[in-house]
């Protein structure tokens, strides 16, 4: 890359990408907290994979061609491709393939991590973004797929919504691969580009989703996604059998049994959940929020999908012969604060400092002694990082949302009294240091 001296580098952030700032950050560690103490109720255990992999061992995405750029972010170090993550479930496979002998079976874990995903943006879909995941590995048990979805609605709950914003669908991917046999679909690549296909159903519907089936699908932008070039006869076989309302494969059949048993009824059978990804081999669940949102637009939209998850038996066995069924469900974290931020008002208290102005910087001792008094009682407070006039330093205060600024000058040294100004009220009072604590307490 040829650097040019003149130019400044750009303030613009990468399509994709976003700044959060302190109150959205605030509401997902709310969230994340939850995860967690529930987490812990459930028995799983914390675990934390590096964010860059083998790029044959994250599996998806990968073309057979130089470079492994469809899908990921990946570079090639010395004689190796190496690629951001794109999910935490190959990492997942990877880390139980390696430590097969060792982790007790089944194995169950959960996850924070920030994943990457090279594909177009588009509104609410980000190149970078937060998940959460849960997984079983080393069971058929279907307890284990319904457990997920039970745990799943209990954190929504927890996290402020009630059974009639949120609503978790559950379908199977043994009736894609039965209607593929049914129209005699047996190329792999064509099978994936059908699969990706279908997950779209609910962002495009149905005609969308046929175009894409069939030749082909031009997008608001012109840019052109090659289809699966399926016959008509067998799209509207797909269709068909994708909007039917009743369960005819045993694992589901078994799975609603054991919601019955746990009295989960917020779910929903759907068959035209698909789930893109192409190594999910049984029963697979989508969570949806069912309330409306504005987005930045101004449009008023049901928000739809936070994640999901299923059954993927065979994917630790492309690291080898290794006995690992496995089921888990993701949730995009960073999604789910933007609904409930959306929903409802957080009660997150951001803790704003007291400011100490400045007004001599030989009195530094003075102002520390005071800061020290303040932190020791547990109460945000800073010294005025700065050298600017008082005006400059209230106009500071109050751009920070500074509850209340303490004046300690000349005058004020000599007395023992520092000036508290509530910066709220404008209420002045000047008070000994040692009832500063509880008075600025009264404030916060």
Do not use: H
């Not at 994340?32 to 255990?45: A, L, P, R, T």
């Not at 996290?159 to 949120?166: A, M, N, R």
């Not at 999910?280 to 101004?298: R, S």
């Not at 400059?392 to 109050?398: F, R």
């Amino acid at each position: 890359m040829t650097k040019n001296k003149n130019k400044n580098p750009s303030k613009e952030l990468p399509l994709g990408f976003v700044d959060r700032q302190e109150k959205e950050l605030l509401v997902r560690d709310f969230i994340i907290s939850n995860i967690k103490e529930i987490m812990i109720k459930y028995g799983f255990q914390y675990l934390e994979t590096p964010s860059f992999e083998y790029s044959d061992s994250i599996g998806k995405f990968l073309p057979d061609k130089e470079r492994p750029d469809e899908g990921v972010f990946s570079f090639k170090d010395e004689n190796n491709w190496l690629s951001l993550r794109y999910d935490l479930t190959a990492p997942l496979a990877r880390y139980v393939a390696k430590n097969y002998l060792e982790i007790q079976k089944p194995f169950k874990r959960y996850q924070l991590g920030t994943v990457w995903r090279n594909e177009k943006p588009g509104p609410g879909r980000f190149r970078e973004f937060l998940q959460f995941d849960a997984d079983f590995v080393g069971t058929k048990s279907l307890q284990a797929d319904a457990e997920l979805c039970v745990m799943i609605s209990e954190i929504l709950e927890k996290c402020g919504l009630t059974k009639s914003e949120y609503i978790v669908k559950i379908s199977s991917r043994k009736i894609t691969e039965e209607l593929f046999k049914k129209i005699d679909l047996k190329e792999n690549q064509q099978k994936l580009t059908t699969l990706r296909a279908l997950d779209k159903i609910d962002r495009l519907g149905w005609d969308g989703v046929k175009e894409l089936l069939g030749a082909g699908r031009k997008d608001k932008s012109g840019d052109f996604t090659i289809g699966a070039n399926l016959k008509s006869k067998d799209i509207e076989t797909i269709e068909e059998t994708l909007k039917k309302k009743t369960p005819e494969t045993e694992d589901l059949i078994e799975i609603f049994k054991i919601f019955k048993d746990y009295n989960f009824n917020n779910f929903e059978f759907d068959p035209s959940i698909i789930r893109g990804l192409e190594y999910y081999t049984g029963a697979i669940f989508e969570v949806n929020l069912k309330f409306d949102i504005t987005n930045k637009k101004g449009q008023v939209i049901q928000f739809g999908s936070i994640g999901g998850g299923g059954r993927y038996d065979n994917l630790v066995n492309n690291f080898g012969n290794f006995d690992a069924a496995a089921t888990g469900i993701s949730i995009g974290l960073d999604r789910l604060v933007y609904a409930l931020m959306q929903k409802k008002k957080f009660k997150i208290k951001q803790s704003k400092p007291i400011v100490i102005c400045v007004f001599e910087k030989n009195s530094f001792k003075e102002y520390i002694k005071i800061q020290t008094i303040l932190r020791k009682a547990g109460i945000s407070v800073e010294i005025y990082p700065g050298d600017n006039k008082l005006k400059k330093q209230m106009e500071y205060a109050n751009k920070i949302k500074s509850p209340a600024v303490i004046l300690y000058g000349e005058d004020e040294i000599k007395s023992g009294k520092p000036t508290l100004r509530n910066l709220k009220s404008g209420k002045e009072q000047s008070i000994k240091i040692n009832q500063l604590v509880n008075e600025i307490k009264k404030i916060i």
